[in-house]
């Protein structure tokens, strides 16, 4: 099994920076994909950045050019460097992973990130 324990979250202020942490842990050698997700108050789970096999990323349309998505295979971790953050980043964050082909199964608890105006 793989677990998921995300850190680095809290409040900043609009224009400010944040970077998450992803601690893996477990049967790494399943992982094929990793990716941040996020949550908005009475709003759908939403992709926000992947980090895939292979090494390419991709990002949601609304985080392009501000958020950095990066995987340090040494220290089993991702990471999810955000600037310029705007009050409509604020949301649940949650670190995925995925083992087999198709829908990431494997969550972490989620981090608050709350960008004040």
């Known amino acids: 099994q793989v677990q998921l324990v995300e850190s680095g979250g809290g409040l900043v202020q609009a224009g400010g920076s944040l970077r998450l942490s992803c601690s893996v842990s477990g049967t790494i050698f399943r992982i094929i994909d990793m990716a941040w997700y996020r949550q908005a108050p009475e709003k759908q789970r939403e992709l926000v950045a992947a980090s895939l096999r292979g090494g390419s990323t991709n990002y949601a349309d609304s985080v392009k050019g501000r958020f950095t998505i990066s995987r340090d295979y040494a220290r089993n971790t991702l990471y999810l460097q955000m600037d310029s953050l705007k009050p409509e980043d604020t949301a649940v964050y949650y670190c995925?992973?995925?083992?087999?082909?198709?829908?990431?199964?494997?969550w972490g608890q989620g981090t608050q990130v709350t960008v004040s105006s």
């Open positions: 995925a992973a995925r083992t087999r082909l198709g829908v990431y199964n494997v």
